[in-house]
């Protein structure tokens, strides 16, 4: 990023779950924090206007604390999106979204400009310039959560792709029969290795009556399956519960690996809720590089935890808005050829 992140911003993150605001300083400081339910079963307008009254919201506060004017406002979603135009393309975890105007509808709402990146993508951005990766030119972000993605900084730059798409590592092929991914394709990673694939499993065991822990878990506790449930098998002993992570770490070391020797990355950071839950998989991640990756850019890799925990997504967005607000690229004429 050219720009230095020297004027507050007011951040949006965008989840299939949450919608988040805050005001964030140059300081790092995020505060005036608010959060409202997505709920997007109740269509795309409703959401879009409960993202710019939250974000009127936050906006307000700030003045009344007496904060820094925001210069803009950055927003976190899930691609693929088209980060140029500020439009939300097709996002499989938020129903009916096709080709929003999101950027323009918030900065229309709250009359400040708006900027539109992928979450994955700001999470590398922040772990770079501020947390696990800094002080390198050539760094991945792997978040391992309910799915698998990932951003990507080569040669000091953010590697966007001329579709906004670049980045998108979950969706590496490490199984050429596996199982499908949410996208429909076979084998991808994040069929294997996320939460998601993970759930989906121990629910075959389930059915098939293969774990009496798991479903001890379950009935125990009430809860529907997640993928915690699994791990909490695994490591009361369920062997058919820890095959399952076992074959999950084994896909995400292997796509690692192909990253290392297609990017040859100073360091990889793991982030995400399950990556900070289970101590092992750096470990295996760190196996796979060395037994599958060239031995040159595998010894250079390092293998780090993310630092900067959920505020990632608040965060990276400061120097992203700080950059474009000086370029003329964002929030013009279409630049990219992505559609739904």
Not at 5 to 18: E, F, K, S, V
Not at 161 to 172: F, P, R, W
Request: net charge negative; hydrophobic share 45%; glycine share 12%.
């Amino acid at each position: 990023m050219d720009e230095a992140a020297g004027q507050p911003i007011l951040a949006i993150d965008l989840g299939g779950t949450q919608v988040r605001a805050a005001h964030v300083g140059p300081d790092l400081v995020v505060s005036q924090r608010r959060a409202v339910e997505t709920n997007d079963q109740e269509g795309v307008d409703a959401v879009v206007q409960r993202i710019c009254h939250l974000a009127a919201e936050v906006l307000d506060e700030s003045r009344a604390a007496g904060l820094a004017e925001p210069a803009g406002v950055g927003i976190s979603s899930p691609g693929p999106l088209d980060p140029w135009r500020g439009v939300v393309v097709a996002p499989p975890n938020l129903a009916g979204w096709h080709n929003v105007p999101l950027a323009e509808k918030v900065s229309g709402a709250i009359g400040l400009p708006a900027f539109l990146e992928r979450d994955t993508n700001v999470a590398v951005i922040a772990e770079w310039q501020f947390g696990a990766a800094r002080g390198t030119d050539d760094a991945i972000y792997v978040t391992v959560s309910t799915g698998i993605g990932g951003g990507v900084v080569t040669g000091g730059r953010p590697l966007i792709g001329k579709d906004g798409t670049a980045g998108e590592v979950g969706h590496l092929t490490v199984e050429l029969d596996g199982p499908l991914c949410g996208d429909g394709s076979p084998g991808h990673a994040e069929a294997i290795g996320s939460g998601t694939a993970i759930v989906r499993e121990g629910q075959a065991l389930l059915d098939a009556g293969r774990s009496p822990r798991l479903r001890d878990i379950l009935e125990a506790g009430g809860d529907e399956l997640e993928a915690r449930h699994v791990a909490q098998a695994a490591d009361d002993g369920d062997e058919a519960c820890r095959a399952i992570l076992d074959r999950a770490w084994l896909a995400i070391g292997a796509m690692c690996a192909g990253l290392v020797n297609v990017l040859n990355p100073e360091v990889i950071v793991l982030g995400g809720g399950i990556a900070r839950n289970r101590p092992e998989l750096p470990e295996v991640v760190r196996r796979e590089i060395d037994r599958r990756a060239f031995s040159i850019p595998a010894r250079r890799v390092r293998i780090a935890a993310a630092e900067l925990g959920d505020d990632v997504s608040l965060v990276g967005l400061l120097p992203i808005v700080n950059e474009r607000l000086h370029d003329s690229a964002f929030g013009r004429a279409p630049q990219s050829t992505v559609t739904a």
